[in-house]
């Protein structure tokens, strides 16, 4: 969806600022909402990509004026909320006043480093071979799903060059809504400066992204 | 108003998301979703144990290895995997070579993604609007923001992390360093150099900017 998580290419925030020594969390309650959104993920009650349209459907004039872990506790409270592991009354009250319902599972605290070091490829097998090699030409195609999809904006349309292959992955655009992994082809897929932003682009820049097949067309 | 009320009313915005988020811990610990001392092992994962120190080890053994480098640029997986990083939001590692004719920057555009395993958890600024505007658009500008001023003879190659890959960066190997072990040379070794936002340090500044563990 065209949401407030679709940054590449807006204009008018000013300079990074980066910070001499950063902490990891700013504040304790980062460092819980951390956890919350991590752990809660043994339950399977969402995905991954779940979770990141639960971030992104935030109104963008919110999403735009909130801290990341700000976007982190709206986006779990939506997601707990559309699972149906707690009521809007809950959240309101701040206190468990249903029973629980079943989930697939709680992370104790011993396995964390197991979990954390396992990870969670996203990589499947697909029977078709790929459609697209490296080198051919390509043009992103030109879409704005309401829903979910990890194609940005400022790469719709644009002529391209397959850079990689890296094997076929979990399809965000169905597996956000519960429609299954229809996992794809998935390419590196590299466009020029001038491609994406016109003429007065820096000569020398190249700028990739990651796309599944069907966000590709031949050209 | 005195100053312990001065200072609750300045962080009064911080008070609020710290009540939801405490309310939202303890809903899901009473209905049992979740255990409190495994959100503190998590967070303590990242705070303590998994960090840019590792980034750092896999591009000082790049440095010194000419076949290690040949088989992190090949399979980057593979060779960061055998010194024991891999893991979550590392599944699906490429790593690339900064050179003197090419310069490469990785960004999110979307989201936050980044190499846990490899550089632990994102620092503020590349998550924030202006780095993930900016990035792909005008990156020249953006390492100005980081006092990096690239020659205009280097071309600059951005990576959009849009899917479950992500990407690390070998800065170039700082001159002077020559018969350095590992271990040196991962000291001049920063995050920032790992995102593609900074360079590595410097031989006389080694430890002046120690990253975090």
Redesign the interface.
């Known amino acids: 969806m065209n949401g407030g998580?679709?940054?590449?290419?807006?204009?008018g925030?000013?300079?990074?600022?980066?910070?001499p020594d950063?902490?990891?969390?700013?504040?304790?309650?980062e460092?819980?909402?951390?956890?919350?959104a991590?752990?809660?993920g043994a339950?399977r009650a969402w995905n991954l990509d779940m979770s990141?349209h639960a971030?992104?459907g935030i109104d963008p004039a919110d999403y735009?004026s909130s801290?990341?872990?700000?976007i982190w506790?709206a986006g779990?409270?939506r997601l707990?909320l559309d699972a149906g592991?707690?009521t809007a009354d809950?959240?309101a009250e701040?206190?468990?006043l249903v029973q629980?319902v079943p989930?697939a599972g709680?992370?104790?605290?011993?396995?964390?480093?197991a979990?954390?070091?396992?990870?969670?490829?996203?990589?499947r097998t697909v029977p078709d071979p790929a459609r697209f090699a490296v080198g051919d030409d390509v043009r992103t195609r030109v879409m704005h799903p309401t829903g979910h999809t990890?194609?940005?904006r400022?790469?719709r349309g644009k002529l391209g060059v397959i850079e990689?292959l890296?094997?076929a992955?979990v399809l965000?655009d169905t597996n956000a809504h519960g429609q299954g992994e229809n996992p794809e082809w998935?390419y590196?897929v590299r466009f020029t400066g001038s491609e994406?932003?016109g003429q007065d682009?820096?000569p020398?820049?190249?700028?990739?992204?990651?796309?599944?097949e069907s966000y590709l067309e031949p050209a | 108003m005195d100053e312990a009320a001065g200072s609750h009313e300045d962080h009064s915005e911080?008070s609020e998301?710290?009540?939801?988020?405490?309310?939202?811990?303890?809903?899901?610990v009473?209905?049992?979703?979740?255990?409190s001392?495994?959100?503190?092992?998590?967070?303590d994962?990242?705070?303590a144990?998994?960090?840019p120190r590792n980034g750092a080890q896999v591009v000082a053994r790049a440095w010194s290895d000419p076949a290690f480098r040949e088989w992190l640029l090949s399979d980057a997986n593979a060779a960061i995997g055998s010194l024991g990083f891999?893991?979550?939001?590392?599944?699906?590692m490429?790593a690339v070579e900064n050179t003197p004719e090419e310069h490469h920057l990785i960004v999110c555009?979307?989201?936050?993604c980044y190499p846990?395993?490899v550089l632990?958890?994102p620092?503020?600024?590349y998550?924030?609007?202006?780095?993930?505007?900016?990035?792909?658009?005008?990156?020249?500008g953006?390492l100005e923001?980081?006092g990096v001023h690239l020659p205009?003879t280097?071309?600059?190659?951005?990576?959009?992390?849009?899917?479950?890959?992500r990407y690390m960066v070998i800065p170039k190997r700082p001159d002077g360093t020559d018969g350095w072990d590992e271990q040196q040379l991962a000291e001049l070794v920063t995050r920032?150099s790992i995102i593609g936002?900074g360079e590595a340090l410097k031989p006389d500044r080694a430890g002046a900017e120690a990253v975090?563990p």
């Not at chain 1, 998580?5 to 204009?11: A, I, R, S, T």
């Not at chain 2, 891999?86 to 699906?92: I, M, P, T």
């Not at chain 2, 280097?154 to 890959?165: C, F, G, K, Q």
């Open positions: 998580q679709d940054l590449g290419g807006m204009m925030f000013g300079p990074v600022e980066p910070e950063e902490p990891t969390f700013h504040a304790d309650w460092r819980r909402v951390f956890g919350l991590i752990g809660l339950s990141r971030r992104e735009l801290t990341y872990y700000e506790t779990l409270e707990l592991l707690v809950e959240l701040g206190k468990a629980p989930v709680v992370l104790e605290a011993e396995n964390v480093p979990a954390m070091a396992r990870g969670s490829s996203t990589e990890r194609l940005p400022y790469a990689r890296n094997g992955h965000p998935l590196t994406l932003w682009s820096d020398s820049l190249v700028v990739s992204i990651d796309a599944w | 911080l998301i710290e009540l939801r988020v405490r309310a939202l811990e303890s809903i899901l009473e209905k049992g979703y979740v255990q001392a495994a959100i503190d092992a998590l967070a994962t990242y705070e144990k998994i960090g891999s893991g979550r939001q590392s599944e699906h490429i555009t979307l989201c936050s846990w395993a632990g958890l620092p503020v600024w998550k924030s609007a202006p780095y993930r505007s900016r990035a792909v658009m005008d990156p020249r953006v923001d980081f205009a280097t071309s600059i190659r951005v990576w959009d992390s849009t899917a479950e890959v920032d936002t975090a």
